[in-house]
């Protein structure tokens, strides 16, 4: 998969490229970039099930997508989750990434390490696991009985929103996931158990850059102070 900034930017994702222009004071310069934000994480009509639009005022511009430079030792194609930040990156080609915000696991549910993306899917189910069942046994009352046991059905009302990526090591699932989420004001804090979400307009493009087999690397602090991300300290 060829991803280079140029192809990147004139592929599927070429709204991001108007958000991806450097800082600027002047006015024009701030309308232009709402204008490309606007298109970005406006509705989306024509999935399985209708995703409205983002208040975008709600979020911190900081955590909205865009392309930046990233300096890292990992291959093009890579994600690179960076809890300490909530940022997760996908590595491109010249030193490039596109950074999306994310929300990652709260005290006592963070996770790090490398995992690979060995299932997506779309309007994914929701299958909690035993733990979470004996930490909040309400959420039983709000599950079905579905192939795979207790669960959820994909949908608007799913906490695992519009699409998932489903993290393995080996023959071993994670249990950990990149997920959208219905609620975007949660983006850019530490909310989770454990799982990173995205908005919902952010985690369909990263699915459609994805394939199954792609390197997945969640950073620990101090790895996550090691990598460069010129733009990071400016948003």
């Keep these: 998969m060829d991803l280079s900034r140029r192809t ?7 709204a991001a490229a108007g958000a991806t222009l450097p800082p600027s004071s002047t006015f024009a310069q701030s309308l232009r970039d709402m204008s490309a934000y606007q298109r970005m994480y406006g509705p989306v009509d024509d999935d399985l099930y209708p995703i409205p639009g983002i208040d975008l005022s709600r979020i911190n511009p900081a955590y909205l997508r865009r392309v930046v430079e ?53 309007w994914p189910d929701w299958y909690p696991p035993k733990e979470m069942f004996a930490r909040e046994p309400e959420l039983m009352e709000q599950m079905g009985e579905l192939p795979g046991g ?19 090591q080996g023959n071993k699932d994670t249990l950990y996931r990149i997920h959208g989420t219905f609620e975007p004001w ?43 991300d010129r733009t990071a300290a400016r948003s």
């Design 8 to 14: 990147f930017l004139l592929g599927a994702s070429a």
């Design 70 to 122: 990233y300096d890292t030792t990992e291959p093009p194609g890579t994600i690179v989750v960076d809890p300490q930040t909530r940022y997760l990156y996908l590595v491109m080609r010249d030193g490039m990434a596109v950074r999306y915000g994310v929300g990652v696991g709260r005290s006592g549910f963070g996770w790090s390490g490398a995992a690979t993306i060995k299932d997506k899917q779309e």
């Design 150 to 168: 207790a669960g959820m059905p994909g949908g608007p009302g799913n906490p695992l929103g519009a699409r998932a990526l489903y993290l393995w």
């Design 186 to 228: 949660t983006i850019g804090t530490n909310v989770s158990s454990g799982c990173i979400r995205m908005i919902n307009q952010d985690v369909i493009d990263l699915y459609n850059h994805t394939p199954k087999g792609t390197k997945v690397v969640v950073l620990n602090p101090p790895a996550g102070r090691g990598r460069r």
